[in-house]
């Protein structure tokens, strides 16, 4: 049978079951009325371990109140040496010298259940006669009524209190009823409860809830048991028999600990403790406990402490099963540690391999950065976790680069794209990349990006070194099969002709001596062409140490061998800057020789030349930034491009060597600088030409060359 702590049995037919906190009053006429009641309601309360105190008065006193219990009850003699009941007359209890004091009383009554439920009785059910009482203290014993009915509901007590109906006038007996829940009364022989509305609504709710109660006690998959005051089972539901194999009544009266695995037992006793300390409030205790086979099963169990709770008044234990959850928890460890084992397997190859691999979420926020990486870029992994993967390319590429991953999201992915990665200290690295995008287990939603790449900066300098080598090898041929052949040509036909002039008239005279001297003049052309080519090779192999120059006087030396340029009017100004030195050699003096060269040789009639030297500063770094500029035919704005280059064999017919500008090119970037050209009015390119050769500054290029 299932017992609901909170419901009692109240031992009265008419009445059935009660909660603990019941207030009711009996209306009776004569000493058996009082008997009939009174004996099968003690009974009751001895027999469900509750304490039990019995106020007489006439007609039923103490004496015949005993001799009736023991008649009644068996082993009535057992309940009174074990303390459980006292039959006290109402002079010792409710009137002291002769003076009632309600204050004094329901004290009483609280101390008594204390003390009961210090002694593992469940609660107190009691039970006074009020025979005794004068009309001179009606109202005040009513007072005290009125408070039993106000506060009993705290506690795991019921209170019966009797009135002889021959003593109570109509009045009486409804201030009466009105200072209990309900009241019991004869009629026709047959007790009746004497309720209103509201009584019998809260007691038809009372039944059902007692029937939801065994209901869900009945079907509970989990053990539920309480424990009283001294740690002992007093409640243990049907499913312990279901899930342990024991029945109720071997587990009744004894302590849980003794189903406990030994070794687990002082962490259930430590957990118990706390419930009762109420330090802890349903944290779960997993252990594992003693079936009645012998064998141990894993269960969770939490406390909750409901000491001193009307209908409770206990610690509630609730234990569950978790053999399978065990097993699966189990399972899934040992899935974590291969999960584990194949995270650290990956983490290792991913950083210590030796291809760059970088991942990014959807947002393009870097999420990993292995070694590799950091040695390309310079940047430790903690330094860029985090931030836009932006941060990694040089700012002239960054656009076309992100628009390359952007891609990445539409499912493509990359195969042999080089991408430029921007180191630390400013410098770029160029990497070859493929990657690859990370999906959910939907398949659709993309989680991240991986990436892994070669540096490839090195074979990319060394196919520029390369191809350079091959332009160099293209150039000489050019030179030679071209050029210097072009002027064997004419240097061949300037002799044949001079020979022919000798041979007719055996002189050369006047106008034949032109000839020779343009003769001298082609010879001196190949001189020039061939001394460039040998500087040019110089510089590429570093044969020319570099050295601090006095720039503004170098100018001024390679301005005076123009003073004087028989056939033209030309005019030099020029514009120094006191203090302008800057790291080159003696072949800066042709980047000079060059310039003021092409401006002589593409113009005709009077030419201006003007240079000028300023220090300027330019993207934090110091310059000195030399303008030779000309009024001559200018050049095209579409051929400003193409100025510098040295020409491809079969790319032109060009006359001339065009080297004099691919030189100064090359040797202003050999210093460390850079040259462009523009118009000299803006806008308007037949007004004349402007050179611009920027050199850093001594300090400048010392930091560059570092």
């Given at each position: 049978?299932?017992?609901?702590?909170?419901?009692?049995?109240?031992?009265?037919?008419?009445?059935?079951?009660?909660?603990?906190?019941?207030?009711?009053?009996?209306?009776?006429?004569?000493?058996?009325?009082?008997?009939?009641?009174?004996?099968?309601?003690?009974?009751?309360?001895?027999?469900?371990?509750?304490?039990?105190?019995?106020?007489?008065?006439?007609?039923?006193?103490?004496?015949?109140?005993?001799?009736?219990?023991?008649?009644?009850?068996?082993?009535?003699?057992?309940?009174?040496?074990?303390?459980?009941?006292?039959?006290?007359?109402?002079?010792?209890?409710?009137?002291?010298?002769?003076?009632?004091?309600?204050?004094?009383?329901?004290?009483?009554?609280?101390?008594?259940?204390?003390?009961?439920?210090?002694?593992?009785?469940?609660?107190?059910?009691l039970s006074g006669n009020t025979f005794w009482l004068e009309k001179s203290g009606w109202n005040d014993f009513l007072d005290y009524e009125q408070a039993i009915n106000d506060t009993i509901g705290k506690y795991s007590m019921i209170a019966l209190c009797t009135y002889s109906l021959d003593r109570c006038s109509a009045n009486d007996i409804l201030d009466v009823v009105s200072t209990h829940q309900f009241a019991m009364s004869k009629r026709d022989g047959e007790w009746k409860l004497i309720e209103s509305k509201e009584q019998k609504e809260a007691r038809k709710a009372l039944q059902e809830t007692e029937i939801r109660f065994r209901s869900l006690i009945q079907n509970s998959f989990d053990i539920i048991r309480i424990l009283d005051r001294e740690g002992r089972i007093i409640f243990d539901s049907p499913s312990s028999e279901r899930i342990l194999g024991y029945p109720p009544s071997f587990t009744l009266g004894r302590s849980p600990l003794d189903f406990i695995h030994p070794d687990d037992r002082q962490l259930v006793q430590s957990s118990l403790g706390e419930v009762y300390l109420n330090v802890n409030r349903g944290t779960p205790t997993e252990f594992r406990i003693r079936k009645a086979d012998g064998e141990y099963l894993d269960v969770e169990s939490t406390g909750?402490?409901?000491?001193?709770?009307?209908?409770?008044?206990?610690?509630?234990?609730?234990?569950?099963?978790?053999?399978?959850?065990?097993?699966?928890?189990?399972?899934?460890?040992?899935?974590?540690?291969?999960?584990?084992?194949?995270?650290?397997?990956?983490?290792?190859?991913?950083?210590?391999?030796?291809?760059?691999?970088?991942?990014?979420?959807?947002?393009?926020?870097?999420?990993?950065?292995?070694?590799?990486?950091?040695?390309?870029?310079?940047?430790?992994?903690?330094?860029?976790?985090?931030?836009?993967?932006?941060?990694?390319?040089?700012?002239?590429?960054?656009?076309?680069?992100?628009?390359?991953?952007?891609?990445?999201?539409?499912?493509?992915?990359?195969?042999?794209?080089?991408?430029?990665?921007?180191?630390?200290?400013?410098?770029?690295?160029?990497?070859?990349?493929?990657?690859?995008?990370?999906?959910?287990?939907?398949?659709?939603?993309?989680?991240?990006?991986?990436?892994?790449?070669?540096?490839?900066?090195?074979?990319?300098?060394?196919?520029?070194?390369?191809?350079?080598?091959?332009?160099?090898?293209?150039?000489?041929?050019?030179?030679?099969?071209?050029?210097?052949?072009?002027?064997?040509?004419?240097?061949?036909?300037?002799?044949?002709?001079?020979?022919?002039?000798?041979?007719?008239?055996?002189?050369?005279?006047?106008?034949?001596?032109?000839?020779?001297?343009?003769?001298?003049?082609?010879?001196?052309?190949?001189?020039?062409?061939?001394?460039?080519?040998?500087?040019?090779?110089?510089?590429?192999?570093?044969?020319?140490?570099?050295?601090?120059?006095?720039?503004?006087?170098?100018?001024?030396?390679?301005?005076?061998?123009?003073?004087?340029?028989?056939?033209?009017?030309?005019?030099?100004?020029?514009?120094?800057?006191?203090?302008?030195?800057?790291?080159?050699?003696?072949?800066?003096?042709?980047?000079?020789?060059?310039?003021?060269?092409?401006?002589?040789?593409?113009?005709?009639?009077?030419?201006?030349?003007?240079?000028?030297?300023?220090?300027?500063?330019?993207?934090?770094?110091?310059?000195?930034?030399?303008?030779?500029?000309?009024?001559?035919?200018?050049?095209?704005?579409?051929?400003?491009?193409?100025?510098?280059?040295?020409?491809?064999?079969?790319?032109?017919?060009?006359?001339?060597?065009?080297?004099?500008?691919?030189?100064?090119?090359?040797?202003?970037?050999?210093?460390?600088?850079?040259?462009?050209?523009?118009?000299?009015?803006?806008?308007?390119?037949?007004?004349?030409?402007?050179?611009?050769?920027?050199?850093?500054?001594?300090?400048?290029?010392?930091?560059?060359?570092?």
């Amino acid at each position: 049978m299932v017992v609901n702590t909170y419901i009692r049995e109240s031992g009265i037919e008419v009445l059935g079951r009660i909660p603990w906190g019941t207030h009711f009053c009996l209306f009776y006429q004569t000493r058996q009325d009082l008997a009939n009641v009174l004996i099968p309601y003690f009974r009751a309360g001895l027999e469900n371990n509750e304490y039990c105190v019995w106020i007489t008065s006439e007609p039923l006193e103490e004496a015949e109140a005993k001799a009736r219990m023991f008649e009644a009850v068996p082993d009535f003699g057992k309940y009174l040496e074990r303390g459980q009941i006292e039959i006290i007359p109402y002079d010792q209890w409710y009137v002291i010298d002769g003076v009632f004091d309600s204050g004094r009383v329901l004290s009483g009554w609280v101390q008594k259940l204390q003390s009961a439920l210090s002694r593992g009785f469940s609660g107190l059910r009691l039970s006074g006669n009020t025979f005794w009482l004068e009309k001179s203290g009606w109202n005040d014993f009513l007072d005290y009524e009125q408070a039993i009915n106000d506060t009993i509901g705290k506690y795991s007590m019921i209170a019966l209190c009797t009135y002889s109906l021959d003593r109570c006038s109509a009045n009486d007996i409804l201030d009466v009823v009105s200072t209990h829940q309900f009241a019991m009364s004869k009629r026709d022989g047959e007790w009746k409860l004497i309720e209103s509305k509201e009584q019998k609504e809260a007691r038809k709710a009372l039944q059902e809830t007692e029937i939801r109660f065994r209901s869900l006690i009945q079907n509970s998959f989990d053990i539920i048991r309480i424990l009283d005051r001294e740690g002992r089972i007093i409640f243990d539901s049907p499913s312990s028999e279901r899930i342990l194999g024991y029945p109720p009544s071997f587990t009744l009266g004894r302590s849980p600990l003794d189903f406990i695995h030994p070794d687990d037992r002082q962490l259930v006793q430590s957990s118990l403790g706390e419930v009762y300390l109420n330090v802890n409030r349903g944290t779960p205790t997993e252990f594992r406990i003693r079936k009645a086979d012998g064998e141990y099963l894993d269960v969770e169990s939490t406390g909750v402490n409901m000491i001193g709770v009307p209908g409770v008044d206990g610690i509630v234990i609730t234990t569950r099963p978790i053999t399978e959850r065990k097993r699966t928890e189990k399972e899934n460890e040992q899935l974590l540690a291969r999960l584990r084992e194949t995270q650290v397997y990956l983490e290792s190859l991913i950083n210590y391999a030796n291809a760059p691999i970088i991942v990014w979420n959807p947002s393009f926020t870097i999420t990993r950065f292995n070694r590799a990486f950091e040695r390309i870029s310079g940047y430790m992994a903690d330094e860029v976790v985090g931030k836009p993967l932006s941060i990694l390319f040089p700012a002239s590429s960054r656009y076309e680069s992100l628009e390359q991953i952007k891609n990445t999201l539409k499912g493509e992915h990359w195969e042999s794209v080089e991408i430029p990665i921007q180191h630390k200290n400013g410098s770029v690295r160029i990497a070859l990349w493929n990657s690859a995008n990370v999906y959910d287990e939907d398949s659709h939603t993309l989680v991240a990006t991986i990436a892994q790449g070669q540096d490839i900066t090195r074979r990319k300098k060394a196919e520029k070194e390369l191809e350079e080598a091959k332009l160099q090898a293209e150039l000489y041929l050019d030179l030679i099969a071209h050029d210097i052949s072009n002027m064997h040509q004419i240097m061949l036909m300037q002799i044949e002709l001079a020979e022919e002039i000798l041979q007719s008239d055996g002189k050369l005279d006047g106008d034949d001596r032109e000839i020779l001297q343009s003769l001298s003049r082609t010879m001196d052309k190949a001189a020039r062409l061939i001394d460039n080519v040998r500087k040019l090779q110089k510089l590429n192999t570093g044969d020319y140490r570099l050295e601090a120059l006095d720039l503004a006087a170098l100018i001024q030396d390679v301005l005076n061998t123009y003073t004087n340029i028989p056939g033209r009017d030309i005019t030099l100004t020029y514009t120094p800057c006191k203090g302008s030195i800057v790291r080159a050699n003696l072949l800066l003096r042709d980047v000079f020789l060059n310039l003021i060269d092409n401006a002589v040789k593409h113009s005709s009639g009077p030419l201006e030349i003007g240079i000028d030297l300023h220090k300027i500063n330019l993207n934090g770094r110091s310059y000195y930034r030399v303008a030779v500029e000309d009024n001559g035919k200018g050049i095209p704005d579409e051929k400003k491009d193409e100025i510098f280059q040295r020409f491809k064999r079969g790319h032109t017919k060009t006359k001339g060597t065009g080297l004099g500008l691919y030189l100064v090119r090359s040797l202003v970037e050999g210093f460390g600088g850079y040259v462009e050209v523009q118009n000299r009015v803006l806008g308007d390119y037949t007004k004349g030409s402007r050179f611009l050769v920027y050199l850093p500054a001594i300090g400048e290029a010392q930091r560059g060359g570092e």
